[in-house]
C-alpha cells in the first residue's frame, strides 16, 4: 500500500489549543507515525484562541447542510510545532469563536452537539477544499465521534476504501443531548435507535461512534478491559462489549523531548537518568525553598499535580493528611484546581502547617516539573484512569508514584510488593482513604531504606513509555480497519 493517509479529528491539539490529556495525545502521536513514514494531518475547530495564529487560507471554503442548515467554513493552515505535520482549522464564527472550547464561565455551550455535528461532518468533507483524501478517519474522544457516522453515510458514493477509528480517551465525557438535537445532525433515523446514537432515550454521541466506528480504542489495556464492566462502563458498558472484537486498548506514550529532566529549563538542575541523587537532591531543597517548606533533606516530600475533583480520587488523601500530619514526619506539595471545596480544604491544610504543606491552586508548569523534578513520591489515588500521563512525568523526573491500581495507572506502575526487578512504584486497590494510608507507609518504610529507595528510583527513571511502540499499534489498527472493507 501506497503511503497510508490519516487524518486526526479532535476539538484539541496541543500546543495550539488544550484542556488535557486529549490535546497532549492529539499534538504528540502524528509525530511518532510520521516518524513510521504515515502521512498524518489533524482537523480540529478555528477556536477563538487559535484565530491569533499564522494560518494559511485556502482558496475554496466548504460548506456542509446540517438538517435544514447550511454552514460554511473557511480553511486555514498551520505547522504542528516545527514539524511539517498540516493542523487544518474549520472557521465558523458563529460556532467556534467563543471563550472556550466546550464551555464558558456560565457553563457548557448550549449547541455542543450541534458543534459536534459540524466539526465532524465538515471533517469528512474537508478533502474538497484541501486536494488530499485520507484512508483512515481517526477520531477523538465525543465531540469528534459522530465522524464515524457521517463516514458510513456517505460511504457507499466514495469509491476509495476509507475507514474510520474512534479513540476513547475518558469515557466519563459522552457527550449527552436529546433527541431535538440528534435532528440537527441531519442524519437518518436509522441512526438514532439502540445501535445509533441512543442511550436511555437520550442522544449520546460518544455511543452513536461507539456503534459506528469501524475500529475502537482506548488509551491503555487494563483500560481497555474495565470500561466493559459496570464498574467502570459509564452506563456504555452493553455497547463496549458488543464492540469488543474491535476493541483494544494502546498505551499512550509521552513526549520525551518535551519532558525530559535531562535538558529541563524549568527544573534548578538537570536530572541525570543513571545517577539521579545529586540532581534531586538539589532539585528538592529548591522545591522546599521555592514553596516555603522546612529546608530537610530527610523527610520524604511527597508530590501531587492534578486537577482536582471527583475522577482523582484526592479526597481520600484529604480524608488521611491530619493522621499523616500528626504522626509522621513527611512533605506535601500540591498543584492543582478543581471542586472548589478540594481547592479550599488543600488551601487550608498549607495555612495551618506551612513548613509542611504547600498548595499551589491553579496550574503552572513550571512549578509542575519543579514537583515532579523535586519530590520524591508522587501520589495519584484516581478512581478511575484511563491512561494517565502525570505518573509517566513524575517516573521520568525520579518521582516514585503511589497510584491505585486502575487504567493506565496499573499498566505504568510495577509495585514494589511484586519483588520485580522492575518496581518503580506503589499501587493500591480499594478506593478508600485507610487504603491509601497502608500504601503510604510502605513508602515510608522504603524511605527508609535507601538501597531499595534508590533502586526504585532508577528503575523509575528507566521506565520507558516513548510513543514508538504506541505509533506500531495504531498502524496495525488502521491496517485492521481497512481489511475490514474487503470483507
Ligand atoms: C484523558 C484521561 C487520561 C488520559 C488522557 C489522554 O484525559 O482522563 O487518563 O491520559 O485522556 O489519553
Not at 499523616?324 to 488543600?346: D, H, M, V
Amino acid at each position: 500500500m501506497s503511503q497510508m493517509k490519516i487524518l486526526f479529528v479532535s476539538p484539541e491539539v496541543s500546543p495550539l489549543v488544550r484542556t488535557g490529556g486529549l490535546g497532549d495525545v492529539v499534538g504528540s502521536l502524528p509525530h511518532a507515525l510520521k516518524k513510521e513514514g504515515l502521512d498524518v494531518r489533524i482537523v480540529c475547530p478555528l477556536h477563538q484562541s487559535c484565530m491569533r495564529l499564522t494560518r494559511a487560507l485556502y482558496p475554496k471554503p466548504i460548506s456542509i447542510r446540517l438538517g435544514k442548515k447550511t454552514y460554511s467554513f473557511s480553511v486555514s493552515s498551520t505547522k504542528l510545532g516545527d514539524s511539517d505535520i498540516l493542523v487544518y482549522f474549520l472557521g465558523n464564527d458563529s460556532l467556534f469563536d467563543r471563550n472556550g472550547i466546550y464551555s464558558n464561565e456560565s457553563g457548557n455551550f448550549q449547541d455542543n452537539a450541534l458543534r459536534a455535528f459540524a466539526l465532524s461532518k465538515a471533517a469528512i468533507e474537508l478533502e474538497k477544499s484541501i486536494n488530499w483524501q485520507p484512508d483512515i478517519f481517526h477520531a477523538h474522544d465525543w465531540m469528534a465521534a459522530p465522524t464515524c457516522a457521517f463516514l458510513n453515510q456517505k460511504k457507499k458514493r466514495l469509491k476509495r476504501k476509507v475507514a474510520s477509528v474512534l479513540t476513547i480517551h475518558n469515557l466519563e465525557h459522552q457527550g449527552i443531548f436529546s433527541y431535538d438535537d440528534f435532528k440537527d445532525s441531519g442524519l437518518p433515523l436509522s441512526y438514532w435507535g439502540i445501535d445509533g446514537f441512543e442511550h436511555n432515550g437520550a442522544l449520546n454521541l460518544l455511543k452513536g461512534g461507539i456503534q459506528h466506528a469501524d475500529k475502537l480504542t482506548t488509551v491503555s489495556p487494563t483500560y481497555a478491559d474495565e470500561i466493559k464492566t459496570t464498574s467502570f462502563g459509564q452506563g456504555l458498558e452493553k455497547s463496549l462489549i458488543y464492540r469488543a472484537a474491535d476493541l483494544i486498548g494502546i498505551l499512550n506514550g509521552i513526549d520525551e523531548d518535551a519532558w525530559d529532566p535531562e535538558n529541563d529549563d524549568a527544573i534548578l538542575q538537570k536530572l541525570t537518568i543513571d545517577s539521579p541523587s545529586k540532581g534531586k537532591k538539589a532539585c528538592k531543597q529548591a522545591l522546599q525553598e521555592e514553596l516555603g517548606l522546612n529546608k530537610v533533606e530527610n523527610v520524604p516530600l511527597y508530590g501531587v499535580v492534578s486537577r482536582l475533583y471527583q475522577q482523582k480520587g484526592l479526597d481520600l488523601l484529604l480524608g488521611i493528611m491530619p493522621d499523616l500530619l500528626l504522626k509522621k514526619n513527611c512533605q506535601f506539595a500540591i498543584l492543582g484546581s478543581g471542586a472548589p471545596e478540594e481547592e479550599n480544604a488543600f488551601r487550608q491544610f498549607a495555612e495551618n502547617h506551612p513548613t509542611q504543606v504547600a498548595s499551589y491552586i491553579g496550574f503552572d508548569d513550571g512549578l509542575a516539573r519543579r514537583i515532579f523534578a523535586g519530590s520524591d513520591f508522587f501520589l495519584m489515588p484516581s478512581r478511575f484512569e484511563p491512561c494517565g500521563l502525570s505518573q509517566q512525568y513524575a517516573l521520568r523526573y525520579g518521582s516514585i508514584p503511589i497510584a491505585r491500581k486502575t487504567g493506565g495507572l496499573a499498566d505504568t506502575i510495577t509495585p514494589v510488593e511484586s519483588k520485580s526487578k522492575l518496581a518503580n512504584g506503589f499501587l493500591f486497590d480499594r478506593s478508600h482513604p485507610q487504603n491509601l494510608a497502608e500504601v503510604i507507609n510502605k513508602s515510608l518504610v522504603l524511605y527508609q531504606d535507601q538501597t531499595a529507595f534508590f533502586n526504585t528510583r532508577k528503575n523509575a527513571m528507566h521506565s520507558s513509555f516513548s510513543w514508538g511502540a504506541a505509533a506500531q499499534q495504531y498502524i496495525n489498527t488502521y491496517k485492521w480497519a481497512l481489511e475490514k472493507k474487503d470483507q
